[in-house]
């Protein structure tokens, strides 16, 4: 999704939700640390590839010309990263997935087969058809996608879906990952916030629902939370908020 631009009633801009919720900083430490398997899992495999093909003399030591020796590196990262890399390979299917999901609710064009490779698109294709599987069970009925929405002109939020499940207005989420941590709960609570001040008539009734696709396997995993279970997650959030207003009053020291 593109960045949107928030504004209040008087045509100022407000942060997103995605910025006041920074500053919880909840999740950095979990990135930061797979991103550092990640890199070293790349880089070993950079190094054998780059020394398993380059010329050696008779003694079988490694030519050692820097020239070659970096644009051959250059060129098997850029082969790992593409072709290699596990992680990639899951964002890949998770992307494609999401986008045929997408294309679902609103309606749009699917992404194309052409595109992609078959592995790819038919796990995409697989967990697209998970999430019509699930749809059925509850009843699924689209009310709202993608909606920009802004809180008693403080800030801006854009639910991806709100929606009856089962009858009753609900928070919902589609995520093709691993696990679901604590700031997207926080996340959801936001969402609920900002629906409910922009339609008081008609406010969120039936909780939060989390569909949870993993692209390493078949079938899906179902969460669900009540509608008053994620006080303290709003709570989190509006004290995210007075960090974000702090930060500008001290950075205004400076």
């Given at each position: 999704?593109?960045?949107?631009?928030?504004?209040?009633?008087?045509?100022?801009?407000?942060p997103s939700q995605s910025t006041i919720k920074a500053n919880i900083g909840w999740g950095t430490y979990n990135l930061m640390a797979w991103r550092k398997k990640v890199d070293l899992e790349l880089a070993e495999k950079v190094i054998e590839n780059t020394f398993m093909g380059y010329p050696t003399y008779e003694n079988g030591q490694p030519n050692m010309d820097l020239s070659g020796m970096l644009n051959l590196i250059r060129q098997n990262l850029q082969k790992a990263w593409e072709e290699?890399?596990?992680?990639?390979?899951?964002?890949?299917?998770?992307?494609?997935g999401m986008g045929m999901i997408e294309a679902n609710l609103k309606g749009t064009k699917m992404p194309h087969i052409?595109?992609?490779?078959k592995e790819i698109y038919e796990k995409a294709w697989a967990t697209h058809e998970n999430y019509l599987e699930w749809t059925k069970q509850v009843g699924l009925k689209v009310v709202s996608v993608e909606e920009h929405l802004v809180y008693n002109d403080l800030w801006g939020v854009t639910p991806d879906i709100i929606a009856e499940v089962n009858g009753k207005l609900s928070v919902m989420e589609v995520k093709c990952t691993k696990a679901i941590h604590p700031e997207f709960l926080v996340q959801m609570a936001a969402q609920r916030m900002a629906w409910d001040s922009n339609y008081p008539t008609n406010?969120?009734?039936?909780?939060?629902?989390?569909?949870?696709?993993?692209?390493?396997?078949?079938?899906?995993?179902?969460?669900?939370?009540?509608?008053?279970?994620?006080?303290?997650?709003?709570?989190?959030?509006?004290?995210?908020?007075?960090l974000y207003q702090l930060e500008k009053k001290i950075k205004k020291l400076l």
């Open positions: 999704m593109p960045t949107i631009k928030y504004k209040d009633s008087k045509g100022k801009r407000i290699d890399d596990p992680a990639q390979k899951a964002a890949s299917v998770g992307t494609v052409d595109d992609y490779t406010p969120i009734a039936g909780g939060f629902h989390v569909l949870r696709l993993p692209v390493e396997h078949q079938g899906f995993h179902y969460h669900y939370w009540g509608v008053d279970e994620l006080n303290d997650a709003a709570y989190a959030y509006e004290r995210a908020y007075q």
